[in-house]
Structure formats: structure tokens, C-alpha cells
């Protein structure tokens, strides 16, 4: 009887197994992806031919198969804050590296943000900071995109921190932000206002000028 | 941290930019490119086999030969070239651990050649990849131990030592047959004995053929009983002998008791002596002779000169629990088959099959094909359910055995890789808890080495530092400098566990400590309690605690303690600064600055509201008290 019972365990268990292979063949085909040619990466962007080589071997070392998917990147951007969680705000940055939104950044992809971001003028860099604020890409940056921002910022630097945080600070944050921003009080800030108050602000200006030479 | 990632360390500070609108306070200036050295390609000449890769390649790991200034000592000046006389096959790893953070082990390479490349080229082994460590830690122990069994083979055959008692070198003697002549004599005494004494059990159940004048046959055992009574004791003698020996030597009396070979020494010897002390009762002789059956456990005794018993024992014992699962199957199995022969029997006349336990005994001869054949079924229905019992006893029975092998192989490797792993565990996750809090206190060491000063102290200091401090490579301090902005966006400080829990623990008392302020005029931080104390105090302070409010009676206990400031942020200078100057602490060591830890065990916050002395010594005994310094 336990020997009938024996037989059926094993029947269903070597189903189950067929359908293990299928899943394995299929993983076998992996995406690789090539990026165009280095000239036409030179002209699109920024960066002069060595630095391009110097990003893309970085790139490739790190994803060998072209593309970096967001648990890739999630990993990549959490090991340079190992105190906190990183995963939220490198969410974030991922789609708004991901311009086609398709789930994978592309070496191109890439390399367009980053000129944008280190090489590109100073109203590029603050629509750039803009795309990445409006998480639902409505064009407008509500309360509730903000503190999700700021809160995820506040994530990173994890637990032990001087003073201790506590719950309201990002709240408190994105209301300054909000203070400072939302110039006819309507509770949303769109691109005009926000580009308006950073020019405004000396110290920002100055802060976004430190990060060109990072190449 | 991977250094692969190291390549995206300019897109991680370059994504900084996305803090910039949200941060409350300036950035702090970036780091300066200490060398803008090309990226430019190094020759590495290993014995004549040559290694060509980007210098920033080998400048990731800093901490090895390779990737600090220690190379320039292996440089080769007519060839323009790093020349390294080692072993280059070895040296085709170490090579890609620097191009891809893994360092992996070759399987065919000899364990102790790999650990010399690895020491010589300054990388520690503990990074080796999780796909090779397994293989790298199983070959290592393997080669400790053999030489440790080297070791300890030289040491057995050494003299005895002199300085061992006489109760350890008997000990030693039972032990290790090996070590001494005597010993050897001993054990193989014994042994003859034990075989004695089961031979004689035996041959004493032999029919001998009768004296002349007899008639009927009787056993050796009865006909002889003279000489196998002598024979009896003298091995019981022996025995006995024996175990007090082992006793007295025994180091540690009563886990000798309790084992399981002295139990069968017991067993083995106790019939003897019970049959000596009781009479030639008629009642008792037959429970006495069921005594003897006992004296069959000497044989027992012979798993101390054969470790395969040993091991067999251990093989059971290991296996209990699918034996125990066996035997109930097949309970369950001929339970179930007697129950139906039985009912299909019981039609036919003359049955031997009268109950279901008799039916018990068809089953069990049928199920494991013995077929005695003292008891066949005579109906059809009998007949047919007692052929499906016989093929499915041969499935049943044919089922264990490899079952019991395969789990004695499952049970004896997994045990093995169990311990292995638990053990690797330990290790694996302390080292990832150890690269990440590296990490982390990097930065936090990196601040406090005040590397972070402002821009003009630090081109005054350039020339007078730049030949002390340490070179630090540039990513390292780009990685610190992307920290400190993100610290300037949040307005919050990195710290470390300890120096949170205890701004945490000061935040706690901060409060209660202003109910008490009518007490003594100090303020919630006391700083001003610091000060005008400095006279009662002459053992210590403890700045920025309240505690002391209102203990003043027993602070002479506490005087053992010292407490040293922590280096906070500068709006505590000033405090540091009196504290330097008020505080004559009663040790003779210089009261300078270094973190320190003081944990309390529950807030003290409840307790002291009468404020009379008596309960607060009690509370200041059960709560005082662990003060490390760091």
C-alpha cells in the first residue's frame, strides 16, 4: 500500500521536474546587448573618446551582458552607503536613468544621463533633478513625491546618526523645501518654479558646479 | 567593497546632484586630485611570463604589494618593467582578483604554495570567493591536520614523560595499547580471555559423550563442571581485575561509570558474583540461569580492540530514527496482511490460523520469503492474499536496506558538511559584517583623523602633513567626500552604534532631569553642575549626565570611574575645554579625549523622586557601572 502511494509521489515529482528544464533553457538564451559605435556616442554626448572607454569598461565590468536591470543597480548604489538603505532612493535614480522605461538601462542610457548630469548646462541639470523628483512624470512635484524623495534620502544614512532621527525631520525637510519652492502657494511646484528658486539660491548653484570634475 | 564598483564611484557622485535642491547646508568642497596620473599600462614580468593591466587596475586594493608603492622595490629599470620571481601560474589569480574582486582557488594547485603566493603579494585569504572558499578551508584543515597527526605521532612515540603521575600513565596505558610493552601485554591478555571465556560459554552447551558407565549424553558443561568453574573465575578475575584498574585510573571516575564500555564490563562480570551469593535455591536457580545468558555480553567487550564495532555502534545509533520508521512500516504492514489472512482463513477447517496474532507469525515468514511452511493458507481468498503479501514483502523488505545505507552515507556526509558550513557560517557572515562596517567606520575614522577640516586649514597643513599622513588613494577619498554631502543634505551626522546609544541614552535623561532642577541649580546639560562641583569632586566628573543630581552622598562609590569626553561636533568645544581645566580625575592618566561608552541598564529616570539617599544607593549599585573606555 505505501508502495502504491510511493509510485504516484514519484509521478508527479517528475513533472514537476520537466517543467524545471523548460525554465533553464530558456535562461540559457541571455540578453546581451551591444552599444553604438564610439564616434556616435562621442557626438551625442559630452565626454571626450578616453572617458567614454573609461565609463564603459566600468559599465561592462560590472554588467557583463550591456544592461543593468534595477536589482543590478539597487546592489551597485548600495554598496557606496553601507550604513543605511539605499535601495528607495537608488529606485528612483534608476528611473530616471531609465528614459525609455523599459526596466533595463542601457550603456547609452547611461552615458546620456551622465553628460547631462556632469557636463550638460546648468537649466539641463535642474530639469534633470526635476524628472527625478516627479516620480508619476505628471510635470508637477506634490507633497507626497517629495517626502517619498526625502524620506528616501533619510534611509540612507541608516540608523546610527547624530542627532538621532527622529520621525517627523523628513517632514519637516520637505516642508522647508516646499517653503522655499512653491513660489504662488499652490501646494505643487512646476519646472518654471523650480528652476527659478536654485537659481536663486547661491549656495546650490555653487554646490552643483563642485561635481564637474568628477570624471 | 567590490572594487568593480569602484568604476561607478564618478555616476554615483555625479547622481549626488539629485540632493543639491533638497540639501539644507552647502556642500563641502571636493578632494583634491592628488594625481592625475595617466591610466596608463604596467608591465608585470612573472618569471618571464608577462602580465600587462591598467595601473588603476592594481591601485583598487591599496593594502597589497601590487597596489601600493612596494612594487617600485620589483621594478626594473633597463626593461621599464615590474619583474616578480614567483610562481606565474599562481600568479595568473592573484592578477584577477585585482580585475574582478573574486579571488578564486585553483583545485590543482598545492594549498600550502597558494597560501606563500598570497602572503607574499600581501592578500589575505579570508576574501576568497564563496563559489571557492568551501575547497579552500576543507584543503587547509585538511593539511593541518596532517600535520598535526604528524606532530602528534612524533610525541606518542616519545618516553613518558617523567613528570606524569602514575594514575595518568596507567590511564595513557589502557588507552593507547601502543605506547608501552606492558600495555601491549595487557590488552592482548585480556583479549585471549574474552575469547576464552566465550569459547567456554559455547563448548559448555555441547552434548559430550557420557563416562563409560553412562548411558545418556549430558553436556560438556554438567560433566566437566569443575574445570569450567575455574575456568569461569579466573577470566571473571581478570575481568574484574581489570575494570577497578580502569577505575582507579580513570580521570574522571564518573564519566568512566557512566560510559557504555564500563556497563558491559559490569554486565559482563555480574553474574558471576550473583551466583556466588545466591544459594542453590530451587525457586531462584531459574531466574540464575537466565542470569548466565548474560555472559554472552563479553563478547562485547571486544569492540575496545576493534574499532569497526565501534563504528557500527555509531552507525545504529545515528540511523535510530529511519530504523525506528522501518520497523513501524512494517508493523503497519503485516498487521494489515495477517488481519486479512485471517478473515480469509476463517472459513476453511482445521485452520492453524486461530487468531490474528498466530496470523502474525505467516506474515512476517511470508513477507521476508523465509516460507517455513508450518502454516499455508487453504482457501483461494487465502491463497491469493497470501501471494500478494509474499511480492510485497520482497518490495518491503528489499527497500530498507538501501534506504538504511544511503542514509548512513546522507546522515554521515551531512553531519560533516553541517559542521563544515556552521563553522564557515560564523566566518562568512563576520566577514561580510566586517567589510561592511569597514566600510562604514572608514568614514566615520576618516572624519575624525579631521581630514574634513576647511579649506585654508587644510592648505596650511598641506606642507607640514603631506609627508606624515597617509596617502590616501583617490577614490577613497572622493567615497568619503560624497558621504559628507550626504550628510550636509540631511543635517544628520554618521556615527557609530555606541555613540548613538549614548545620545540617545542623554536624551532620555535630559528630561527628567529639569523635574529635579530645583535639587541643585544645574542646567540640563551639566555643564554649569560640571563646574561648580569641581571642588566637592576629587575623583571624577561626569559631564552631560544628570545622574548625580541628587546623589551627591554617593558619589564617593563612583569614584573608581572615570569618565572621558567623546569627541562631539564643535559646539561642545567649550565643554571640552573646561572639562580639561576643572577636572582633576584620579587616575594619573592625562584626561584627553577619547570616546567613551557608558551604558546604563535602564533609564534612571523613576526612581529618586523622595530623593532619600537610601534608595538611591541602591540604585546606583544595581545600575552603575559598566564604563568602558574605548
Excluded at chain 2, 575496545?304 to 529511519?322: D, F, M, P, Q, V
Aim: glycine share 6%.
Amino acid at each position: 500500500m505505501g508502495v502504491v502511494l510511493g509510485t504516484f509521489s514519484m509521478h508527479t515529482k517528475q513533472v514537476t521536474f520537466r517543467a524545471d528544464k523548460i525554465d533553464d533553457e530558456l535562461e540559457m538564451t541571455m540578453v546581451c546587448h551591444r552599444p553604438e559605435g564610439l564616434e556616435q556616442l562621442e557626438a551625442q554626448t559630452n565626454f571626450t573618446k578616453q572617458e567614454l572607454q573609461v565609463l564603459y569598461r566600468g559599465f561592462k565590468n560590472e554588467c557583463p551582458s550591456g544592461v543593468v536591470n534595477e536589482e543590478t543597480f539597487k546592489h551597485i548604489y548600495a554598496q557606496f552607503f553601507p550604513h543605511g538603505d539605499a535601495s528607495t532612493y537608488a529606485h528612483y535614480l534608476f528611473n530616471a536613468f531609465d528614459t525609455r522605461n523599459n526596466g533595463s538601462i542601457k550603456f547609452e542610457d547611461f552615458v546620456m544621463g551622465l553628460s547631462t548630469l556632469l557636463r550638460g548646462t546648468v537649466r539641463d541639470k535642474l530639469e534633470w533633478t526635476f524628472h527625478l523628483y516627479d516620480i508619476n512624470r505628471d510635470g508637477l512635484i506634490n507633497k507626497e513625491e517629495m517626502t517619498e524623495i526625502v524620506r528616501a534620502i533619510y534611509d540612507m544614512m541608516g540608523k546610527y546618526t547624530y542627532p538621532a532621527l527622529k520621525g517627523d525631520v523628513p517632514k519637516q525637510h520637505v516642508d522647508a523645501f516646499f517653503e522655499k519652492m512653491d513660489k504662488n502657494k499652490d501646494g505643487v511646484v512646476t519646472l518654471e518654479e523650480f528652476v527659478l528658486a536654485c537659481q536663486e539660491d547661491e549656495n546650490m548653484m555653487r554646490s552643483m558646479q563642485l561635481f564637474e570634475n568628477v570624471m | 567593497m567590490a572594487a568593480g564598483v569602484a568604476a561607478w564611484l564618478p555616476f554615483a557622485r555625479a547622481a549626488a546632484i539629485g540632493w543639491m535642491p533638497v540639501a539644507s547646508a552647502p556642500m563641502p568642497p571636493p578632494p583634491r586630485d592628488k594625481r592625475r596620473g595617466q591610466d596608463g599600462l604596467i608591465i608585470l614580468n612573472v618569471s618571464g611570463t608577462r602580465f600587462q593591466t591598467w595601473r588603476n587596475t592594481l591601485e583598487r586594493y591599496p593594502d597589497t604589494l601590487l597596489g601600493s608603492t612596494e612594487r617600485d622595490f620589483f621594478f626594473h629599470e633597463e626593461t621599464n618593467e615590474y619583474f616578480f620571481d614567483r610562481d606565474p601560474d599562481i600568479f595568473r589569480h592573484i592578477l584577477n582578483f585585482y580585475r574582478t574582486g573574486k579571488l578564486h582557488y585553483p583545485r590543482h594547485e598545492c594549498i600550502s604554495a597558494y597560501d606563500e603566493e598570497l602572503a607574499f603579494f600581501g592578500i589575505i585569504p579570508e576574501i576568497i570567493g564563496d563559489c571557492c572558499y568551501e575547497e579552500y578551508k576543507d584543503r587547509r584543515r585538511e593539511n593541518a591536520e596532517r600535520i598535526q597527526d604528524d606532530e602528534e605521532n612524533d610525541n606518542n612515540n616519545d618516553m613518558v614523560l617523567p613528570d606524569m603521575s602514575f594514575r595518568e600513565s596507567m590511564w595513557r596505558a589502557f588507552e593507547n595499547p601502543h605506547t608501552s610493552t606492558m600495555a601491549l601485554v595487557f590488552y592482548y591478555v585480556t583479549g585471549f580471555f574474552i575469547a576464552v571465556s566465550v569459547m567456554a560459554n559455547v563448548v559448555e552447551t555441547v552434548p559430550c559423550v557420557g563416562g563409560p558407565n553412562r548411558a545418556k549424553e549430558i553436556s560438556c558443561g554438567e560433566r566437566y563442571s569443575l574445570a569450567f568453574f575455574c575456568l569461569d573465575t579466573a577470566c571473571v578475575m581478570i575481568f574484574t581485575v581489570e575494570y577497578l584498574l580502569r577505575l582507579i585510573a580513570a580521570p574522571s571516575r564518573y564519566k568512566f561509570v557512566k560510559s557504555v564500555m564500563s556497563i558491559i564490563d559490569v554486565v559482563a562480570i555480574m553474574p558471576y558474583y550473583i551466583g556466588l551469593v545466591m544459594t542453590d535455591n530451587e525457586d531462584v536457580s531459574g531466574a540464575f540461569v537466565t542470569l548466565r545468558v548474560f555472559r554472552v555480553f563479553r563478547i562485547f567487550k571486544f569492540s575496545r580492540h576493534s574499532a569497526g564495532l565501534r563504528i557500527l555502534g555509531y552507525t545504529l545509533k545515528s540511523c535510530a530514527s529511519e530504523l525506528g520508521f522501518l520497523l513501524f512500516s512494517l508493523t503497519m504492514a503485516i498487521i494489515i496482511f495477517a488481519t486479512v489472512m485471517f478473515y480469509a482463513e476463517k472459513g476453511s477447517s482445521a485452520s492453524k490460523f486461530t487468531s490474528i496474532p498466530a496470523a502474525f507469525w505467516y506474515t512476517i515468514v511470508t513477507m521476508t520469503t523465509l516460507g517455513y511452511g508450518d502454516m499455508v493458507p487453504k482457501t483461494i481468498m487465502g491463497k491469493i492474499f497470501g501471494s500478494i503479501c509474499s511480492l510485497s514483502g520482497v518490495l518491503v523488505i528489499a527497500l530498507p536496506v538501501p534506504v538504511i545505507v544511503s542514509n548512513f552515507s546522507r546522515i554521515y556526509h551531512q553531519s560533516q558538511r553541517a559542521e563544515k558550513r556552521r563553522a564557515q557560517k560564523k566566518t562568512r557572515l563576520a566577514r561580510i559584517r566586517a567589510a561592511k562596517s569597514g566600510g562604514a567606520n572608514a568614514y566615520l575614522q576618516y572624519k575624525r583623523n579631521g581630514m574634513l577640516a576647511d579649506a585654508e586649514e587644510e592648505a596650511s597643513k598641506q606642507a607640514g602633513q603631506a609627508l606624515v599622513c597617509k596617502s590616501n588613494p583617490t577614490f577613497e577619498t572622493q567615497h568619503h567626500h560624497l558621504l559628507h554631502c550626504l550628510e550636509k543634505t540631511t543635517n544628520h551626522e554618521f556615527v557609530d552604534e555606541q555613540t548613538y546609544e549614548t545620545s540617545c541614552m542623554e536624551v532620555s535623561l535630559a528630561k527628567p532631569s529639569m523635574s529635579r532642577s530645583s535639587s541643585l541649580s544645574s542646567s540640563p546639560h551639566g555643564l554649569s553642575s560640571c563646574c561648580t562641583r569641581r571642588n566637592k569632586r576629587k575623583s571624577f566628573n561626569v559631564p552631560n549626565s544628570n545622574m548625580t543630581a541628587g546623589r551627591r552622598g554617593s558619589i564617593q562609590e563612583l569614584s573608581t570611574i572615570q569618565i572621558r569626553e567623546r569627541p562631539l561636533s564643535n559646539s561642545r568645544s567649550s565643554l571640552n575645554a573646561k572639562f580639561e581645566e576643572t577636572v582633576p580625575l584620579n587616575s594619573e592618566e592625562q584626561s584627553y579625549i577619547t570616546a567613551a561608552v557608558i551604558s546604563m541598564p535602564t533609564p534612571p529616570v523613576t526612581t529618586p523622586e523622595g530623593g532619600d539617599s537610601a534608595s538611591s544607593h541602591d540604585f546606583l549599585q544595581s545600575n552603575i557601572v559598566r564604563v568602558s573606555a574605548l
